[in-house]
């Protein structure tokens, strides 16, 4: 069963500040998605990683997928307090019907 | 740009009541999918849909669900007999192309049983 782990659960930073959320997961894949959730909100899709190696960036958030080591990073550069949602990683398992499995989520807080 | 359209956006029912949750998925896209969040939990996948039948199923939908694509453009979750157990956000997705470009989410209705 695939299992997708997200850390830290929870990221206090202040504004100006970088910082990285890790995203594991536990079987094959080679597509993953990151997404973003407000209080309430849907989820807004902001990167889709198809394949080993592949690096997106968008603003001040760039993602990045190592499939040998099954890692997803998303790194947050100078965050700014509108970067406050909470982030999901959600993976394809290999030879399913697309399903997407999410992790736990990561709530970020960005202070003055 | 193309939405994902569900309706209605709250719903409030009586535990046992039958429920059905209504989404218009893009109109190009060929791949649909029903996800649900219990308040403040992570997303879980609940079914799958393509080419007017299941592709894939959970343990949660279990007998008491059901989807179905009555017509061209609509896509409905129904819930036979709600339990509290039930309450949480569902949310209808699609895609063109098993995801290879990506799912669009639609803005979720929420159902609380009471």
């Known amino acids: 069963e695939l299992k997708v782990e997200q850390n830290p659960l929870f990221l206090s930073m202040q504004e100006g500040k970088n910082y990285t959320i890790y995203c594991n997961y536990s079987t094959t894949s080679d597509r993953l998605y990151w997404y973003r959730q407000d209080p309430g909100k849907s989820l807004e899709s902001l990167f889709v990683?198809?394949?080993?190696?592949a690096v997106k960036q968008e603003g001040r958030l760039m993602a990045s997928l190592d499939t040998k080591a099954r890692l997803s990073t998303l790194h947050i550069t100078a965050a700014v307090h509108d970067l406050s949602a909470t982030y999901f990683c959600a993976v394809v398992n290999t030879g399913t019907a697309s399903k997407l499995t999410f992790g736990t989520g990561t709530r970020l807080q960005v202070t003055l | 740009e193309p939405e994902v359209t569900q309706t209605p956006s709250h719903q409030v029912t009586q535990m046992g009541q039958e429920v059905i949750l209504r989404c218009v998925p893009i109109?190009?896209?060929?791949?649909f999918y029903w996800y649900r969040q219990i308040l403040g939990q992570k997303v879980e996948f609940l079914v799958s849909f393509y080419n007017n039948e299941i592709s894939e199923k959970s343990e949660i939908f279990d007998d008491q669900f059901s989807v179905e694509r009555p017509d061209g453009s609509n896509f409905t979750l129904k819930i036979r007999s709600t339990k509290l157990e039930d309450s949480a956000m569902y949310f209808c997705?699609?895609?063109?192309?098993?995801?290879?470009?990506?799912?669009?989410f639609g803005s979720g209705t929420r159902l609380t049983v009471v």
């Open positions: 109109s190009n896209h060929l791949y």
């Open positions: 997705a699609s895609s063109e192309a098993e995801g290879r470009y990506g799912y669009t």
């Open positions: 990683l198809l394949s080993n190696g």
